[in-house]
């Protein structure tokens, strides 16, 4: 299994602005995720975090709005842009590790936009 | 593009009682199905993977079936308990690692 840690676990930030959400894995993992769970809805990929490249993103979601980083096997970054009220979500990373399929979650951060 | 259905989107039952919790998908070329618990406000607990070699896991008082043929998941959870009531939620991995969610079941056990 993983460990999983993401800061901040919750934030209220104005439109316009942008934030930057960290997550933090306590070993090596394969795979990285980014996922989003707006209010009442089940979740939705954003995209991958390809460690060393480029993230990899999902129908509907663009890297001029959510940019990730990912520099390391154990860690990634997630920013939220120029947000706006319906940026108001759960937004969750989700790792594999080394040699499984089976996936793990951090504890999410809670984000609402005023 | 995967779709997963879970019914019912709510159920409340006393202490004691079986929980049946559904899961049904449209496309059978899944590589996994993966059961999670989640807490309000909180993230993602994994409870079982299957394979889609497999028919069943089964951990404690968890159990869960696939039928890919029918393109169904059930997770069953047996002597409910009030720290039982969460949202489950059924996922449906690829190859690739990614994973379709379907729309929770959100129980409630009633001491």
């Known amino acids: 299994s993983a460990v999983i840690s993401q800061k901040p676990s919750r934030d209220i930030c104005q439109r316009g602005t942008s934030l930057t959400i960290q997550c933090q894995v306590d070993?090596?993992?394969?795979?990285m995720f980014w996922y989003r769970q707006q209010p009442g809805q089940s979740l939705t990929l954003i995209a991958t975090?390809?460690?060393?490249?480029?993230?990899?993103?999902e129908s509907g979601f663009v890297i001029d709005k959510f940019p990730i980083s990912r520099p390391n096997l154990t860690f990634s970054t997630l920013t939220v842009s120029n947000m706006s009220p319906e940026d108001s979500s759960i937004y969750l990373c989700?790792?594999?590790?080394?040699?499984?399929?089976?996936?793990?979650f951090g504890p999410g951060t809670r984000l609402t936009v005023t | 593009k995967q779709e997963v259905t879970q019914i019912p989107a709510a159920l409340s039952v006393p202490e004691g009682e079986n929980l049946v919790l559904n899961c049904s998908f449209t496309?059978?070329?899944?590589?996994?199905l993966q059961w999670f618990r989640q807490d309000p406000g909180k993230g993602l607990t994994s409870l079982l993977l299957?394979?889609?070699?497999?028919r069943e896991q089964t951990s404690g008082r968890l159990n869960a079936s696939l039928d890919k043929s029918s393109g169904r998941s059930t997770l069953y959870i047996a002597a409910s308990q009030p720290g039982d009531s969460a949202t489950y939620l059924c996922?449906?991995?690829?190859?690739?690692?990614?994973?379709?969610f379907g729309a929770g079941t959100t129980v409630t056990v009633r001491a």
């Open positions: 299957i394979q889609s070699s497999q």
């Open positions: 996922a449906l991995g690829s190859n690739d690692y990614k994973l379709s």
């Open positions: 989700s790792v594999s590790v080394l040699g499984g399929y089976e996936q793990y």
């Open positions: 496309d059978s070329a899944i590589y996994n």
């Open positions: 975090a390809n460690q060393g490249s480029e993230a990899t993103y």
């Open positions: 070993s090596q993992v394969t795979m």
